[in-house]
T-cell receptor, first 115, second 113 residues
Framework: GQQVMQIPQYQHVQEGEDFTTYCNSSTTLSNIQWYKQRPGGHPVFLIQLVKSGEVKKQKRLTFQFGEAKKNSSLHITATQTTDVGTYFCAGPGWNYGGSQGNLIFGKGTKLSVKP | SQTIHQWPATLVQPVGSPLSLECTVEGTSNPNLYWYRQAAGRGLQLLFYSVGIGQISSEVPQNLSASRPQDRQFILSSKKLLLSDSGFYLC????????????FGPGTRLTVL
């Protein structure tokens, strides 16, 4: 079935280092969404990318959507301890009839930052 | 603005006991509603989703069930809990389209002993 894969599963960085997580879909996506879950908290929506090759920035976070709309990345510049958490990507699934189904979430990348 | 509530926040239940978790959404009408389970340190597993009152779709067969008695109320139930039911249960809502952004509630942390 349709899959959304994320790598790496875990990433440990020193504060100030950069961090990147990658998301790959087995099918073309109409959009890709990114969520952040702080330890002990719930996932919170960060951003949605829709266009092929789209790049969006939120302060130190840079989000990219691949040209083929099958992959995406989240890059954090100069990580801070407040960046700690699990980052999930999610893309719409497809029903057997060809209509779009529910969001399929990747398994997430857990980021830890050492002060 | 829209808000989503879940209760209880934490629950410890013995094996074989029943379960009822409630989720309510405010500030929107006819939302899509979702129940997810997250095992410790793992990803999000979609359990049920609903596009309207009384309409429930199950993603994973198990001893859980869901109901939507009112437009903005979503309930997760079990008649007899198993040890494997332990986890973090998250309710979420989205606007009409199933591919819209999902907004998650604070979650219920369930421990089955």
């Amino acid at each position: 079935g349709q899959q959304v894969m994320q790598i790496p599963q875990y990433q440990h960085v020193q504060e100030g280092e950069d961090f990147t997580t990658y998301c790959n879909s087995s099918t073309t996506l109409s959009n890709i969404q990114w969520y952040k879950q702080r330890p002990g908290g719930h996932p919170v929506f960060l951003i949605q990318l829709v266009k092929s090759g789209e790049v969006k920035k939120q302060k130190r976070l840079t989000f990219q959507f691949g040209e083929a709309k099958k992959n995406s990345s989240l890059h954090i510049t100069a990580t801070q301890t407040t960046d700690v958490g699990t980052y999930f990507c999610a893309g719409p699934g497809w029903n057997y009839g060809g209509s779009q189904g529910n969001l399929i979430f990747g398994k997430g990348t857990k980021l830890s930052v050492k002060p | 603005s829209q808000t989503i509530h879940q209760w209880p926040a934490t629950l410890v239940q013995p094996v074989g006991s029943p379960l009822s978790l409630e989720c309510t959404v405010e500030g929107t009408s006819n939302p899509n509603l979702y129940w997810y389970r997250q095992a410790a340190g793992r990803g999000l597993q979609l359990l049920f989703y609903s596009v309207g009152i009384g309409q429930i779709s199950s993603e994973v067969p198990q001893n859980l069930s869901a109901s939507r008695p009112q437009d903005r109320q979503f309930i997760l139930s079990s008649k007899k809990l198993l040890l494997s039911d332990s986890g973090f249960y998250l309710c979420a809502w989205s606007a009409t389209a199933s591919t819209d952004t999902q907004y998650f509630g604070p979650g219920t942390r369930l421990t089955v002993l």
